[in-house]
Every structure is written in structure tokens, then in C-alpha cells.
């Protein structure tokens, strides 16, 4: 498995939502120099993640985006299957591909599914609360991001 671009960006937007949940909606300019990242880019993924009701949006003097629920009820999961899809390791997991015809035969397809529940359940176990540094100044954690482009 190997997390885009997309996914990694979508994860650092948010954590940078929930340590400046306290100014209530966030400019997508404020967001895009934080991260470092083009505002173009940004709205798609943000784009993506209201549509699910991740975060709310709204244009407009006033506007910006925020977190529609409390950081701790936001797994590192949900953000990922929204950005990357699947979090399958091996294709024959994915929901699409169900019933593959050499399941029933298939010598390594246990090894799959026992990965594919460890990532699930680790992913799924770590929260957008838990990224956010506890004792430090959001203003301070902004400027340092929590990982390279």
C-alpha cells in the first residue's frame, strides 16, 4: 500500500484544521500557506472531503472550512478510504474484486487478510486528535509541518 499525495496532504489539512479549531472557519489561503501546498490542489481535496461530510465549507467573506465533528470521532482511516479508496493490500481484497476464483485455493490469500485487518485496524485505531501536539501553540506547529511535501 502506498498512501498518494492526496492522502498524505488530506491528513496534514485536517490535523491543521483540528489545532486551529478554535478560530472557527479557516480560509483556504491560510490552509494552502500553512501546508505549503497550491490552493488549486487544496480545494480538490478539500472539495472531496465535504462532500462526505468531513468538513464543512463555506465561501465568501467569513468563510473557509472546519471540522464537522470533534477531531477524537475522525480516524486517519476514514480519511484514507475517502482520498485513496481502498487500503487493500492485494487486489483480490478490494470490494470489487470479492470471490476471486482462486480464493478457495489461494496458499497466501490468509497472509493478505490478515495484513489488510492489521492495517485496517491500526489505521482505523488513530485518530486526527491524536496527531495534534498536545502543550503546543498551533501557531508554532503550523510553521513546522508534521511531515515533507
Known sequence: ???STKGRYALRVMVDLAEHAEDGRIPLKQIATRQGISEKYLENILSSLVRVDLLSGLRGKG???QLTRDAGD???GEVLRITEGSLAPVACLESEHRGCEHAATCRT???WRELDDLITGY???VTIAD????GVDADAAAESPACPK
Open 1 to 3: 500500500m502506498l498512501v
Open 63 to 65: 468563510g473557509g472550512y
Open 74 to 76: 475522525i480516524t486517519i
Open 109 to 111: 490469500v490468509h497472509v
Open 123 to 125: 489505521l482505523d485505531g
Open 131 to 134: 496527531l495534534v501536539p498536545s
